[in-house]
């Protein structure tokens, strides 16, 4: 099982990268469990200064954007 977090307060970059990472698990069918992180002490620890952020697996893989569908896919896989 993947675990997939959004690290951010709830902005609209925040939603909507939430939104592509489901889109893109969905679509290559794995089994994933995904959490939105808020907490700003919660996302420092992350090292993460600017959201959204996306983290897979504990390991933060994006920061300060929305990567498009196929990309959270390939990142995903790897």
């Known amino acids: ?7 951010g307060t709830g902005c609209a970059k925040c939603q909507k990268l939430a939104d592509a990472a489901k889109q893109a698990a969905d679509n290559l069918g794995i089994d994933y469990e995904l959490d939105k992180v808020t907490d700003i002490n919660q996302i420092m620890t992350f090292g993460v200064m600017t959201t959204p952020a996306l983290v897979i697996n504990g390991k933060v893989v ?16 790897g």
């Open 62 to 77: 994006a920061v300060g954007k929305v990567p498009a569908t196929t990309d959270i896919e390939k990142l995903l896989r």
């Open 1 to 7: 099982m993947k675990k997939i977090q959004i690290l």
